[in-house]
């Protein structure tokens, strides 16, 4: 048995919200996601919930959204969203698990089917040593609208926790998931 990471997801285990609505709602709110793009977020969240969401398709509608725009706008109303919004919610529990693991010397690693720039901003903010998340495409600085595979979402987790692990020298099999 070689040496365990502390593997974390963002959503409801170190923050107490769904980041994905937080966003859609602020998105809205600030005029930039029109009532149907509301309502189509809505959908797919409420198929989140149930378990029954195509997340390729709701990928694709998501990063839809964004097409043609600066990455580095999106990085910037990232930061914003993520400061103003999402550390009033961090999970207090999370923090005492955190701890532990850091005081057994486990790498701690975010696996996160949250953007990449939220997450690498939840790796900052929790002192994590890595994130993992699915990549969002850009060419010539612009969002393209597309994703890389695999979605770092249920099943899609395993490819990017297995590479990091490799990579580390961790043993996925004695590690911790949350």
């Not at 365990?4 to 997801?9: G, L, S, T, Y």
């Not at 693991?101 to 790796?123: D, Q």
């Not at 099943?155 to 490799?166: D, F, L, N, T, V």
């Amino acid at each position: 048995m070689g040496k365990p990471a502390a593997f974390f997801d963002l959503d409801g285990t170190l923050i107490t919200i769904n980041g994905g609505r937080s966003w859609i709602e602020r998105e809205h709110r600030l005029g930039r996601l029109s009532r149907l793009d509301l309502m189509k977020g809505a959908w797919f969240l409420g198929l989140y919930y149930f378990g029954l969401v195509n997340i390729e398709r709701a990928m694709g509608a998501a990063l839809g959204t964004v097409a043609g725009q600066p990455e580095e706008d999106i990085r910037s109303e990232t930061t914003r969203w993520f400061h103003e919004e999402v550390v009033l919610h961090c999970a207090e529990g999370g923090w005492a698990f955190l701890e532990a693991h850091r005081a057994l010397g486990h790498p701690l690693v975010l696996l996160t089917s949250s953007s990449p720039y939220a997450a690498e901003l939840a790796r900052q903010h929790f002192g994590l040593d890595a994130a993992l998340s699915t990549e969002y495409l850009s060419e010539g600085g612009l969002m393209t609208g597309g994703f890389g595979q695999p979605i770092c979402y249920g099943a899609g987790k395993i490819h990017p926790a297995e590479r990091w692990a490799k990579g580390a020298g961790v043993d996925v099999g004695a590690s911790y998931f949350y």
